[in-house]
C-alpha cells in the first residue's frame, strides 16, 4: 500500500519560515520524482516544486529563490524549505511521488501565512 504523508504545516506571519516534510512508504522510492503541489482556496491546483529521480529540480516562477525542495532517498523523505512566506503562499500542499506511468499523492498539509 502506497502512503505519502505530509507533515510540517502550519501558521506563520509572512515573512516566516515552514518546513514541509513527506514520508513515503510502499514505493521503491528512488526511482520516483518527488514533487509539491499547492491549492489555494477558490483557485486551481499549481505545481510548487519538483525533484527528479536524479537529482534535477524545477521550481514554479512565483516561488523560485524562496523555496527549496530535497530528498533524502535513505529515509524515502522528501522536504520543502520555505522561507520569506507570503500570504499569497497559502494553501493546502500536497506531497506526490510520479513515475511515467504512476502517480501519488498524499492528504495535504496547510499552510496559513498571516499576521
Known amino acids: 500500500q502506497v502512503q505519502l504523508v505530509e507533515s510540517g504545516g502550519g501558521l506563520v506571519q509572512p515573512g516566516g519560515s515552514l518546513r514541509l516534510s513527506c514520508a513515503a512508504s510502499?514505493?521503491?522510492?528512488?526511482?520516483?520524482?518527488m514533487g509539491w503541489y499547492r491549492q489555494a482556496p477558490g483557485k486551481q491546483r499549481e505545481s510548487v516544486a519538483v525533484?527528479?529521480?536524479?537529482?534535477?529540480?524545477n521550481y514554479a516562477d512565483s516561488v523560485k529563490g524562496r523555496f527549496t525542495i530535497s530528498r533524502d532517498n535513505a529515509k524515502n523523505t522528501v522536504s520543502l524549505q520555505m522561507n520569506s512566506l507570503k500570504p499569497e503562499d497559502t494553501a493546502v500542499y500536497y506531497c506526490?511521488?510520479?513515475?511515467?506511468?504512476?502517480?501519488?499523492w498524499g492528504q495535504g498539509t496547510l499552510v496559513t501565512v498571516s499576521s
Open positions: 510502499g514505493i521503491i522510492f528512488s526511482i520516483y520524482d
Open positions: 506526490y511521488a510520479k513515475t511515467s506511468v504512476m502517480h501519488y
Open positions: 525533484i527528479t529521480s536524479g537529482g534535477s529540480t
